[in-house]
């Protein structure tokens, strides 16, 4: 499979992904108990669980951010000439080397999310948007997984390859500033150069940061 038939594809997956862990969080987040009160003996066994939760939404929050952040990457390169630079290309090589490492640690949120729910009562809502979430992690983990099977030319295309070795032990926090800075001056690059259809893709990058959806899926 080409770039040019993977990367809407994947774009597409990455919205999915985004809007449904945030839906998950939102699920979650509205059967926390409100108040600064002790608990009841009856949720005395939800208690450790409530705890841990916050932490974990705030580790779910920086892979969205991440993911949203390798959306904008795809979006960038899509259907354009490799940039005189590389910048392009380095910006999206190192959003899928932030990526792979951010759906790496996805899978442990995911689970560890699973295992605190399961001392509240059942909610069928949360269930099932954990269920679409791994389903969704799955399926982008496999596009990036397929970019890398491609042939040598196309691969020089969107940049270097990435070790997966690399991608796991990357630092997603820390990465994000440098990361979301080589995707703007990328952008730039285009304004600069007088790109006609940059307009267009940087309106939907800016919705995707702040809804985590495509607003033209």
Known sequence: MSDSDSDPEL???????????????????????????????????????????????LVLRTNVRALQLLQRAVRLADGRKPSPDGAVSEARSRAEEV???????????????QTALE???????????LSRARELREQVQGELAEDETQPETQQD????????????????????????DNIQDAEQQYDDD????????????DATDDTGSDPNS
Request: overall charge negative.
């Open 157 to 180: 295309s969107a940049g270097p390859e990435i070790d997966q070795s690399d991608a796991v032990g990357i630092d997603v926090e820390s990465e994000l500033k440098s990361l979301k």
């Open 99 to 113: 990526g792979k490492a951010s759906l790496s640690q996805l899978d442990g949120v995911l689970t560890d999310l």
């Open 194 to 205: 007088g790109d006609d259809g940059d307009d267009g893709d940087d309106s939907g990058s």
């Open 11 to 57: 774009s597409q997956l990455l919205t999915d992904l985004t809007t449904t862990l945030r839906e998950l969080e939102q699920e979650v987040e509205s059967e926390r108990p409100r108040g600064p009160r002790l608990p009841t003996p009856s949720e005395l066994s939800r208690f450790t669980s409530e705890v841990a939760i916050p932490g974990i939404i």
């Open 119 to 129: 001392s509240r009562p059942e909610n069928e809502q949360a269930d099932e948007l």
